[in-house]
T-cell receptor, first 115, second 112 residues
Framework: DTEVTQTPKHLVMGMTNKKSLKCEQH?????MYWYKQKAKKPPELMFV???????INESVPSRFSPECPNSSLLNLHLHALQPEDSALYLC??????????????FGPGTRLTVT | DQQVKQNSPSLSVQEGRISILNCDYT??????FLWYKKYPAEGPTFLIS?????DKNEDGRFTVFLNKSAKHLSLHIVPSQPGDSAVYFC???????????FGTGTKLQVIP
């Protein structure tokens, strides 16, 4: 199984809502990632979890709150978002190490629209 | 500061011909490079990679060349097929650090 799944596929939320994005992998990967991608831009790293612990936070605003309940699951909790937060949110996973262990497997993404 | 750059935002190639996608980087600490392919509304898919100890890696129709002195890498697709039409991202990382830095992307169109 080389699949990373993400739910929901699409999400529309108001600026006062609280919602969560979910990501799951069963490849035994111990690193999981959240990326944000705007149209015609590269994926932009938000968070990295290594061995279920937050290892990288790319100065993301606190209205985005990641959570890694176990080695297969990754959540992104959203609260009080702004319209400019509308984007494709990608989850990825990889093994931990150098070289080809770096290869990240991406999910299909959640298309988020903030109204 | 864009550490990984793809200076051609788009490229059109006839089916059967060679596609060459270029990527430049500025961080000399990068020691592993990857190419990803992305279709609209999907996540990026890993294509091919190369370690800095090599200058070439080949996988079927895809070959990646690395020129460390020029801090330049390229992806060659031969022969190009219409199904190769997608956005291609170059990416780089250093050592065991988990962060991967993506380039700006090149949209490839293969014309039948």
């Amino acid at each position: 199984d080389t699949e990373v799944t993400q739910t929901p596929k699409h999400l529309v939320m108001g600026m006062t809502n609280k919602k969560s994005l979910k990501c799951e992998q069963h490849m035994g990967h111990r690193a999981m990632y959240w990326y944000k991608q705007k149209a015609k831009k590269p994926p932009e790293l938000m968070f990295v979890y290594s061995y279920e612990k937050l290892s990288i936070n790319e100065s993301v605003p606190s209205r985005f709150s990641p959570e890694c309940p176990n080695s297969s699951l990754l959540n992104l909790h959203l609260h009080a978002l702004q319209p400019e937060d509308s984007a494709l949110y990608l989850c990825a996973s990889s093994q931990i190490g150098q070289g080809d262990l770096a290869e990240q497997y991406f999910g299909p993404g959640t298309r988020l629209t903030v109204t | 500061d864009q550490q990984v750059k793809q200076n051609s935002p788009s490229l059109s190639v006839q089916e059967g011909r060679i596609s060459i996608l270029n990527c430049d980087y500025t961080n000399s600490m990068f020691d592993y490079f990857l190419w990803y392919k992305k279709y609209p509304a999907e996540g990026p898919t890993f294509l091919i990679s190369i370690s800095s100890i090599k200058d070439k890696n080949e996988d079927g129709r895809f070959t990646v060349f690395l020129n460390k002195s020029a801090k330049h890498l390229s992806l060659h697709i031969v022969p190009s097929q219409p199904g190769d039409s997608a956005v291609y991202f170059c990416a780089a990382k250093s050592g065991g650090y988990q962060k991967v830095t993506f380039g700006t992307g090149t949209k490839l169109q293969v014309i039948p």
